[in-house]
């Protein structure tokens, strides 16, 4: 069991720059963040894999940027010009394997809002 617990978030105005982050407890293949805005279904933001993938939603393109410390097995996403659609809970999630373009969770995290105001 892999326990995962962002940190960051918060509110800002949109153009302006948040970094979330996220701490697993032990070792997964691929992580990535989802996001959840209200009376909308959850969908994919941007994953990574060990040994390199990268992918991100066409929406967050050029805006969002994924890394990881794979020693310390954190993940994080620094999130630029952020606009008022950006907001949502923003949540952590880890896997064995990639399904499509993003890591397949068979973890999650608790979430982390990010609210852009226009």
């Known amino acids: 069991q892999v326990q995962l617990v962002e940190s960051g978030g918060g509110s800002v105005q949109a153009g302006g720059s948040l970094r979330i982050s996220c701490s697993a407890s032990?070792?997964?293949?691929?992580m990535g963040w989802f996001r959840q805005a209200p009376g909308k279904e959850r969908e994919g933001v941007a994953a990574?894999?060990?040994?390199?993938?990268?992918s991100y939603a066409d929406s967050v393109k050029g805006r969002f940027t994924i890394s990881t410390d794979n020693a310390k097995n954190t993940l994080s996403l620094q999130m630029n010009s952020l606009k008022p659609e950006d907001t949502a809970m923003y949540y952590c999630?880890?896997?064995?394997?990639?399904?499509?373009?993003?890591?397949?969770?068979?973890?999650w995290g608790q979430g982390t809002q990010v609210t852009v105001s226009s």
């Open positions: 999630a880890a896997g064995r394997r990639f399904s499509g373009a993003y890591c397949d969770p068979d973890y």
């Open positions: 032990g070792y997964t293949y691929c």
């Open positions: 990574v894999g060990r040994d390199g993938w990268i």
